[in-house]
């Protein structure tokens, strides 16, 4: 009773708000109330839920040609019912055909690869799965080419010579240019990525205690491997922008048919993962040409706690106590000194660039 009065109520205040032009085809007439920022609710859960869809920005999307119910395709009338399961990323467009194979187009080919990897997991889950990402966990609805605004000029001016529709120039260039500029990722918004859940302790812990129970192998890796890779080499330097350095994906990712290996990870105790003791040497060889078997054994994921591995944790500790007396010796030194000059007549002047000026009251006894 309470949804349908919401139902109406929403559809009354969208009889009174102004018609915002829309940027795309809109046939199902969804935006007719989706188009306004006010719409929205609070879940049984207390979740704030914005229903809202932006016209202008959603025909800016890669996803902007898919009409709204072809994603949408449990609602069957309008107005309509509260949904249940929502989206799913493996079905089939109506209304899009895979122009190479002729048939609706689905990203059932990555899906079925994602479903075999270790984050395989059904649309909607519950208790540990439920952890696992879903496709929409990594991937929003990205923009085409996030830094323009509209196709340049200059190159659109270039196609319509011969296709004569700039909207077609248009549509092509967005689809294309987005994947030769490789508009993708950052290693910072990999590492932020992953992170997300793999610096999460207390879910890590949750599967770690839950893998332990059920005698289910996990990696040795598993509870530590954002704070470490934070720790180590390749953590510090990717966290200055370097963008060659080793992220992630890098590594837990094979580099042949990088877009959909992303989707197949796998864990280092299966023999087909590119980190197996088998393939380390590889995987390090991609950027390190060098690199040999002893190099391919230098932890990736370093931890300095005590519990885990105690070498590290003395080392790191006597190298902080070594720096540290270091730099306050040399500290309380420079007072000293200063301190002694002083009552000797030679102080510092901060004007006109800082030296020690003044002639010592101590007579050269030489
Ligand atoms: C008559 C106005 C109206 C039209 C037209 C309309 N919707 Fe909605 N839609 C609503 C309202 C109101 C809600 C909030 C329902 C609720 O609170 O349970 C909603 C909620 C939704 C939700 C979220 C449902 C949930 O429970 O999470 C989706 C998805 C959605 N609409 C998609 C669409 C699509 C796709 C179309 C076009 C085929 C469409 N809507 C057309 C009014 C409309
Ligand atoms: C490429 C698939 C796709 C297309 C096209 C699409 N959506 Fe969605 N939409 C999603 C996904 C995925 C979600 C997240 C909720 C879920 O997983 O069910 C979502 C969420 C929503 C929500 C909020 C529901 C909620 O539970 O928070 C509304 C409202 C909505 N879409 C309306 C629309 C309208 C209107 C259009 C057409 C202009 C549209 N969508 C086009 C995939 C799509
Ligand atoms: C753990 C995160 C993650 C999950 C889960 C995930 N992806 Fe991806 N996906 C990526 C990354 C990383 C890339 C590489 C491109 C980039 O960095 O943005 C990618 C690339 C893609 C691309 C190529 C995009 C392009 O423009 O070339 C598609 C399509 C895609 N994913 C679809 C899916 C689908 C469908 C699912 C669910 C079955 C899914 N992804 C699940 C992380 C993920
Ligand atoms: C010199 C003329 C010419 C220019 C300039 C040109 N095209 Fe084409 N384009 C063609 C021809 C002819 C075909 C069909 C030929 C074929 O199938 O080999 C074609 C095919 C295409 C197709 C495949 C269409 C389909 O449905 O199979 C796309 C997409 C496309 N062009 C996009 C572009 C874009 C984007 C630009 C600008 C960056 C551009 N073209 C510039 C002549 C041109
Ligand atoms: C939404 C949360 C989430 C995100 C994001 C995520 N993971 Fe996971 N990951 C999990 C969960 C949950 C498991 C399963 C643990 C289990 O088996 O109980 C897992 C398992 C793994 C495993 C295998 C562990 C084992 O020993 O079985 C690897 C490797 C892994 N993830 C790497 C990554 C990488 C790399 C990324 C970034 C591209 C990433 N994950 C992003 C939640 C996430
Ligand atoms: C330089 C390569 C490299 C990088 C970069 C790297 N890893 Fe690993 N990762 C490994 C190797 C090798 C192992 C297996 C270590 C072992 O058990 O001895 C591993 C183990 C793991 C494990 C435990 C599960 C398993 O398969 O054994 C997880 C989870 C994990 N890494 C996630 C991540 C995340 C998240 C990042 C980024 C924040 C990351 N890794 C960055 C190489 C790397
Ligand atoms: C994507 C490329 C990439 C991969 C894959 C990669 N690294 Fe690196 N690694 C780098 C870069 C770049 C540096 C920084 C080199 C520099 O500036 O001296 C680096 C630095 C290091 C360093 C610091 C000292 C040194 O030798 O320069 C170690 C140790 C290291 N990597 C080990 C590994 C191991 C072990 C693997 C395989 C498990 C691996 N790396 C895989 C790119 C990579």
Redesign the pocket.
């Known amino acids: 009773m309470k949804k349908i009065g919401l139902l109406v109520s929403a559809f009354i205040i969208t009889l009174w708000m102004p018609a915002i032009s829309q940027a795309f085809v809109d046939d199902e007439a969804c935006l007719m109330c989706h188009k306004y920022p006010k719409m929205g609710r609070v879940t049984d859960e207390g979740f704030q839920k914005s229903y809202y869809v932006m016209p202008e920005v959603f025909a800016k999307t890669v996803h902007r040609n898919v009409p709204c119910r072809d994603c949408h395709y449990f609602i069957k009338q309008l107005p309509h019912r509260p949904v249940d399961e929502g989206v799913r990323c493996d079905r089939a467009c109506h209304s899009i055909t895979n122009?190479s194979t002729g048939k609706p187009f689905s990203h059932a080919p990555i899906y079925n690869t994602f479903k075999k990897s270790v984050h395989g997991r059904e649309k909607k889950e519950t208790g540990l799965q439920d952890d696992k990402p879903y496709c929409i966990d990594c991937h929003t609805n990205p923009l085409y080419n996030p830094d323009e605004d509209v196709p340049p000029p200059r190159?659109i001016e270039?196609?319509v010579?011969?296709?004569e529709d700039d909207k077609f120039?248009n549509r092509?260039?967005n689809h294309?240019s987005r994947r030769i500029r490789e508009v993708k990722r950052d290693s910072q918004e990999i590492v932020a990525l992953c992170s997300r859940c793999h610096g999460n302790q207390e879910m890590l812990l949750r599967h770690k205690k839950a893998a332990d129970e059920e005698g289910r192998e996990i990696g040795e890796k598993y509870i530590i491997a954002a704070e470490s890779y934070k720790k180590s080499f390749h953590g510090k330097v990717a966290k200055y922008g370097d963008k060659n350095v080793a992220n992630c994906l890098d590594c837990h990712a094979a580099a042949e048919n990088y877009y959909m290996s992303v989707h197949e990870l796998l864990p280092s105790r299966d023999p087909q993962s590119p980190i197996n003791a088998a393939n380390r040497t590889k995987t390090c060889q991609k950027c390190h040409e060098t690199a040999d078997q002893s190099y391919a054994m230098i932890d990736p994921h370093p931890t300095f706690r005590k519990e885990l591995n105690e070498f590290n944790y003395y080392s790191e500790t006597v190298y902080n106590w070594v720096g540290n007396i270091a730099l306050f010796g040399l500290m309380l030194m420079s007072l000293v000194e200063t301190i002694g000059r002083k009552r000797d007549g030679v102080s510092w002047l901060l004007r006109r660039g800082t030296t020690w000026r003044g002639r010592g009251f101590r007579k050269n006894k030489r």
């Open positions: 122009p190159i270039r196609c010579v011969c296709h120039a092509w260039y294309t």
